[in-house]
C-alpha cells in the first residue's frame, strides 16, 4: 500500500532564510514522487518529480527536493525564501503499476515573514 | 501553461439537482483526471480515464460518475448533488499515468 506523510501542517520563515517542507512516504514499489505547489484560488503547479535518476533534484524557482530511499523521505528544499513563495505545498507519490494509484499529501502552508 | 479549462468555475446548486462539471484540453493527452480537494484532506481521485470511452473509478468514486466522447472534454456528472459534495473540483491531464500531471484552475461547487 502507498502512503504519504506531510509532517508539518504549517511553517513559517522568515524572509531570505533557508525553506525545508517535510516528506515522509510509502510504497511497495519504486515510486514517483512529486512535489506541487498551489498558490491561493489557483490550480496546482509541478515544482520537481524523481522518477528513479537522480536523487537530488531540482525543480523550478530555485526549489529542490532529496529521495531518500533509507529514511524513506523527499523534503523539499530553497536556501533562500521570497515572499512570492508563500503558498500551499502538496507532496505526492505515485506507482508506476497503475494510474488510479496516486495519493496526495495533506499539504503544508508555507508562509514568510517580512 | 497546459491547456486546460474546466467550466462553470463556480456553481451554486441545491441538494438533489443534477451537475456536471465539464473539463477541456488543448493538449491532446491521453489521460484525464478528476479530483475533489477538500481542507486536510489534500487531493482525492474521483474517476479517471486512460482513453475515450475509456474511464476507471478512483478512490472516493461513489456519487460520481464521468464520461469521456472526445479526446478534449471529460465531462464530471453528480446525478443527485449531497451537501457532502461541496468542494473545489480539478481536472488534471497526463501524456501517460506515469508521467507528471498539469492542472486545470479548478472549481468551486457548493451544494446547499
Known amino acids: 500500500a502507498q502512503s504519504v506523510t506531510q509532517l508539518d501542517s504549517h511553517v513559517s520563515v522568515s524572509e531570505g532564510t533557508p525553506v525545508l517542507l517535510r516528506c515522509n512516504y510509502s510504497?511497495?514499489?519504486?515510486?514517483?514522487l512529486f512535489w506541487y505547489v498551489q498558490h491561493p484560488n489557483k490550480g496546482l503547479q509541478l515544482l520537481l518529480k524523481y522518477t528513479s535518476a537522480a536523487t537530488l533534484v531540482k525543480g523550478i524557482n530555485g526549489f529542490e527536493a532529496e529521495f531518500k530511499k533509507s529514511e524513506t523521505s523527499f523534503h523539499l528544499t530553497k536556501p533562500s525564501a521570497h515572499m512570492s513563495d508563500a503558498a500551499e505545498y502538496f507532496c505526492v507519490v505515485r506507482s508506476y503499476s497503475s494510474a488510479s494509484k496516486i495519493i496526495f499529501g495533506s499539504g503544508t502552508r508555507l508562509s514568510i515573514r517580512p | 501553461d497546459a491547456g486546460i479549462t474546466q467550466s462553470p468555475r463556480h456553481k451554486v446548486t441545491e441538494t438533489g439537482t443534477p451537475v456536471t462539471l465539464r473539463c477541456h484540453q488543448t493538449?491532446?493527452?491521453?489521460?484525464m483526471y478528476w479530483y475533489r480537494q477538500d481542507p486536510g484532506h489534500g487531493l482525492r481521485l474521483i474517476h479517471y480515464?486512460?482513453?475515450?470511452?475509456?474511464?476507471d473509478k478512483g478512490e472516493v468514486s461513489d456519487g460520481y460518475s464521468v464520461s469521456r466522447s472526445k479526446t478534449e472534454d471529460f465531462l464530471l456528472t453528480l446525478e443527485s448533488a449531497t451537501s457532502s459534495q461541496t468542494s473545489v473540483y480539478f481536472c488534471?491531464?497526463?501524456?501517460?499515468?506515469?508521467?507528471?500531471?498539469?492542472f486545470g484552475p479548478g472549481t468551486r461547487l457548493t451544494v446547499l
Open positions: 488534471a491531464i497526463s501524456e501517460s499515468y506515469f508521467y507528471e500531471q498539469f
Open positions: 510504497s511497495s514499489y519504486s515510486p514517483s
Open positions: 480515464s486512460y482513453g475515450v470511452k475509456d474511464t
Open positions: 493538449e491532446n493527452h491521453r489521460y
